[in-house]
């Protein structure tokens, strides 16, 4: 079970502190540390840091609320405090000491810089942050499972989002959260920012508009343009997906594979599978099965139904998974029974992504599969975003591509599942860590290589020459 420390500054009148040291044991707490912040006769103010098991922490709270001669002034934890501030800043790479020093970066020798950029645009990239920066753009839509929080509630997401390229990549990220979720204010808005960043990271826009802000994008600015929780999730799941094959022994193009919830990352999930030769593909939303032929209110849909892969057969989530030989859920939490996955193929994999409740519990789950993935760190075989996108961008800004089209995207999936050697698989690991050292490189090794064949590069980096 998960532990928290928790940070509780409070103030004592004609209480003491043994008393109040009595009540957080009682309640599950385990003292830490105190500080006395003041203290005048009989009334101190100290901050009391208290480790607790997550499920512990309100009863704990509750506890001393309900204490008389005390007062709760104020209540952080780790998480709160990492955020103080932000999580992310501006540093310079050059120390200003003297004028010198100023005449070099900025007037009067900057202008010789801009005026070359003027005269050739492309010297953008060896003479500004264009070369090395992304853009990490959400309207606060769809934010995690907590939905519509708007743009400032957003923005501790994009923070650890830039935080993580710039970690796991080397790449400098910085975080544009948008007061408007009109679709073209945001695609304008984009690209009115464009042209200082080497790329363009979507993030926690809400289905359907999201399809069409990235489709715009992509269409009309040069620089590669991703939607991380349609095309990043994808990427994982079939990079799980290549590798849960090998441990069961079946092969891609023989496997029935249902994908429940056909939002964002079930339409790029289903897209990626079909790419990476899927033939039997069940797409299903809370109204059943997507079929082949079938007429549907969203473009996305439409074009699923038009696959030659997807199945013409109808029903709900519990019929069609009868026989499936995989399942993957991006929907929301407990729509199997063990009873269930129990009626699928022999050998089954189901990856269960809904958060932070699965579609089923692995508990429930892991009597009946051969290979179980959830989206949570708790469990093992954790389907994360993380492996992919820093890669995919490391690779895209070092090519200098236009896009990040499909076939990058499958070499993207293709190098993460290599990054579990043949040793190292089982059912329990069928995708690398996040802290894996490889991942990043041979993601960004893979992502060059297919920009490069298919057209898309504009760059040879010096150890593809």
């Not at 993580?164 to 948008?178: E, G």
């Not at 690991?429 to 298919?454: G, M, W």
């Amino acid at each position: 079970m998960p532990y928290n420390n928790l940070i509780a500054r409070v103030e004592l009148n004609n209480i003491s502190f043994g008393e109040v040291a009595s009540v957080i044991g009682k309640a599950g707490g385990d003292i830490i540390s105190i500080d006395v912040i003041s203290s005048s006769g009989d009334s101190s103010i100290r901050d009391i840091t208290i480790e607790v098991m997550d499920k512990e922490e309100e009863r704990v709270l509750e506890s001393l609320k309900s204490m008389s001669g005390i007062k709760i002034i104020n209540v952080s934890d780790r998480t709160f405090l990492a955020h103080l501030g932000g999580k992310i800043s501006i540093k310079s790479k050059i120390p200003i000491h003297n004028r010198d020093d100023l005449s070099r970066v900025y007037t009067p020798g900057v202008a010789r810089v801009c005026s070359d950029i003027h005269e050739n645009e492309r010297k953008a990239y060896s003479l500004t942050i264009k070369r090395n920066t992304v853009a990490v753009v959400s309207d606060g839509s769809a934010v995690l499972g907590l939905g519509n929080i708007g743009p400032l509630a957003s923005a501790p997401v994009m923070e650890g989002k830039a935080m993580l390229f710039k970690q796991l990549a080397d790449v400098d990220a910085f975080p544009i959260c948008l007061d408007t979720q009109d679709t073209e204010e945001i695609i304008q808005t984009v690209k009115n920012i464009a042209p200082i960043f080497g790329g363009i990271n979507l993030e926690d826009i809400s289905s359907p508009r999201c399809f069409e802000i990235e489709s715009r994008l992509s269409e009309e600015l040069d620089i590669p343009v991703f939607h991380d929780d349609q095309h990043g999730t994808a990427v994982v799941v079939v990079a799980g997906l290549l590798n849960a094959l090998k441990v069961v022994g079946k092969k891609i193009e023989d496997v029935r594979v249902v994908v429940n919830g056909i939002g964002a990352a079930g339409v790029a999930i289903c897209k990626m599978l079909i790419n990476a030769g899927v033939k039997s593909l069940v797409p299903v939303d809370r109204d059943g099965a997507i079929i082949n032929g079938g007429s549907y209110p969203y473009p996305m849909w439409r074009w699923l139904a038009e696959q030659e892969q997807v199945e013409k057969k109808q029903g709900t989530l519990k019929d069609v998974i009868q026989g499936a030989d995989v399942f993957i859920g991006v929907s929301r939490g407990g729509l199997l029974s063990g009873e269930d996955v129990r009626k699928m193929a022999v050998d089954p994999i189901v990856f269960a992504m809904a958060n932070p409740y699965p579609e089923i519990s692995p508990e429930e789950a892991l009597e009946h599969v051969r290979v179980f993935a959830t989206g949570r760190s708790d469990y093992p075989n954790q389907i994360n975003n993380v492996l992919a996108f820093p890669g995919i961008y490391r690779g895209a800004l070092d090519c200098r591509a236009t896009h990040i089209n499909e076939p990058m995207k499958l070499a993207a999936a293709r190098a993460i599942a290599a990054a579990v050697t043949d040793k190292e698989l089982n059912e329990q690991y069928i995708i690398p860590s996040i802290f894996n050292e490889q991942v990043v490189s041979k993601v960004r090794q893979s992502v060059i290589q297919t920009a490069i064949l298919t057209g898309v590069s504009r760059r040879i980096p010096k150890d593809f020459r």
